[in-house]
C-alpha cells in the first residue's frame, strides 16, 4: 500500500516538473532574452534655477545618451523614449565654469537591466547673464527720386536691450536695421526687426533683444547745389606768408524742404581760425547748416587747404636784360651783360621765377647814341623788389647794317 502511494507522488511530482519544463521551453522559445538598444535624449532639469543665480547654460545642442538594455523581448518591445527617460538635474549649479552632471535614467521596467550607457554624465557650460544696451544703426540702401534726398534716419526706441551669455553679449558690435528707400519721394515708416551682429558682420544667435524691433522714420526731401563759403582767419608765423587758401568741394548738394533751399545760396563752414602756422594745412571742416538742412550725402568730407610758405629774402644774378620797342632799323649794344636784383617773397615762387626773360629796357622813340636807361621788370604778384644793382644801364645804339 506504502509502495503504491509513494509511486503515485513521485509520478505527480514528475508530472508538475515536465510541466514546469514545458512551460519554460515554451516562454523561452516565444519570448527569449534579448538585447536592445535606445538613444534618449537628456532632458535638463530645474534649468529655472540658473536664473536665480544669475547664470545660464551656453553650447547647448542639445544631449543624448545612448542604452543597451537585456530583457525579454515582450518587454523591449513596449520600451520607447516614451516610456523611459533621461535627464540631468542642474539645481545644484550656481556659478559660472564647465560641470559634469549625472545622467539619471527613469522608467527602467522590472527584469530589464541596463547592461552599457555611452555617457554617465553630461558636460555643461555654464556663463554669467549679463544685459547692455545698445544704440540702434540705421544702414540705408538704394536712392530716392532724382532731385530727392533722404534725411537723417530717426529709430523709435533709439536703443535695444541685449541680454545673454556674457560671452555671446560680448560679441555683439552693431544692433542694425537696415531699409531700402529705392525710387521713394515721401517720408517713409516702417516697423523693422533689429539685427544683432558681431565685428565681421555675422548673426549673433541665442541672445535676447529687446524689442526685437524699432519704428524708423526717414524723410525724403528735395536737393540743391550751393557754394562753400570758407570762413577762416590765418596769421602765418613771422617769415611765413599765406599763398593759397581753397576748399574742396567747393560746393555741396544740401536737402531739405523746398522753401528753406530756396533761400540759400551759400553754405559757410565752422569759424577757424590759425595762428603762428609755418607749413601746409590740410583739414577736414564742419559746416555751419540751418536748422532743417543737411548734406544730401552724409559721408561728404569737406577739406580746407592752406597754403603757407617761407618768405626768402636773396640777391639774384640776371645775365639777359631784354630791348624792347628797338626801332627796325637800329641795333643795341648793352656793355653791361648783366646786373644783380635784391628780391623779397614766398621761398617757391622766387626760385620758380625766370629771371632771364623777366628784365628789359624800352627803346620807345630812342635814336642812334648811347642812352641811360632805366631797367624794367616782369615779376609775380607775391615777389617784392628790393632793389637793382645797377637800376640803370648803359646802352648804344646804331644803323642796322
Do not use: C
Request: charged content about 25%; glycine content about 4%.
Amino acid at each position: 500500500m506504502n509502495n503504491l502511494l509513494d509511486k503515485k507522488i513521485t509520478a505527480r511530482i514528475l508530472s508538475v516538473l515536465l510541466a514546469t519544463m514545458l512551460w519554460l521551453y515554451v516562454i523561452t522559445e516565444q519570448n527569449p532574452v534579448v538585447y536592445k538598444d535606445i538613444s534618449l535624449p537628456v532632458k535638463l532639469m530645474n534649468v529655472e534655477s540658473l536664473a536665480a543665480n544669475n547664470i545660464t547654460i551656453i553650447d547647448n545642442n542639445g544631449y543624448k545618451v545612448s542604452l543597451k538594455l537585456k530583457g525579454n523581448k515582450n518587454t523591449l518591445d513596449r520600451i520607447s523614449n516614451s516610456t523611459i527617460s533621461a535627464s540631468a538635474d542642474l539645481r545644484d549649479q550656481k556659478v559660472k565654469g564647465e560641470f559634469q552632471i549625472p545622467i539619471q535614467i527613469s522608467g527602467v521596467p522590472a527584469g530589464v537591466d541596463i547592461t552599457s550607457m555611452s555617457a554617465v554624465s553630461i558636460r555643461v557650460k555654464l556663463d554669467n547673464v549679463i544685459a547692455v544696451t545698445m544704440p540702434v544703426e540705421i544702414k540705408i540702401t538704394g536712392n530716392p527720386l532724382q532731385g530727392m534726398a533722404a534725411m537723417t534716419p530717426v529709430a523709435t526706441p533709439p536703443e535695444v536691450t541685449i541680454k545673454g551669455a556674457e560671452s555671446l553679449v560680448n560679441l555683439v558690435k552693431t544692433a542694425l536695421v537696415e531699409m531700402d528707400i529705392s525710387s521713394s519721394s515721401a517720408e517713409i515708416k516702417k516697423n523693422i526687426a533689429v539685427k544683432i551682429l558681431d565685428a565681421d558682420g555675422k548673426a549673433v544667435e541665442d541672445v535676447e533683444v529687446n524689442p526685437r524691433s524699432v519704428d524708423i522714420d526717414i524723410p525724403i526731401e528735395y536737393t540743391k547745389i550751393v557754394l562753400l563759403d570758407p570762413d577762416i582767419a590765418v596769421k602765418p608765423a613771422t617769415g611765413y606768408i599765406v599763398t593759397g587758401i581753397s576748399i574742396s568741394p567747393k560746393e555741396i548738394h544740401i536737402a531739405g524742404k523746398k522753401e528753406l533751399l530756396d533761400a540759400l545760396d551759400t553754405i559757410k563752414t565752422q569759424r577757424i581760425d590759425l595762428t603762428d602756422v609755418k607749413a601746409f594745412i590740410d583739414k577736414e571742416v564742419s559746416l555751419v547748416l540751418p536748422p532743417g538742412v543737411e548734406l544730401a550725402n552724409k559721408s561728404e568730407v569737406v577739406r580746407l587747404n592752406v597754403n603757407i610758405e617761407k618768405i626768402v629774402e636773396t640777391p639774384i644774378e640776371v645775365n639777359n636784360i631784354a630791348v624792347r620797342n628797338l626801332p627796325d632799323d637800329l641795333v643795341a649794344e648793352l656793355p653791361q651783360a648783366s646786373i644783380q636784383a635784391f628780391v623779397r617773397g614766398p621761398e617757391s615762387i622766387v626760385n620758380a621765377w625766370d629771371v632771364n626773360n623777366a628784365f628789359y629796357i624800352d627803346a620807345s622813340g630812342l635814336g642812334e647814341g648811347t642812352h641811360e636807361m632805366h631797367v624794367f621788370y616782369d615779376k609775380p604778384s607775391e615777389v617784392e623788389m628790393m632793389g637793382l644793382n645797377p637800376s640803370m644801364i648803359s646802352v648804344t645804339l646804331k644803323k642796322r647794317e
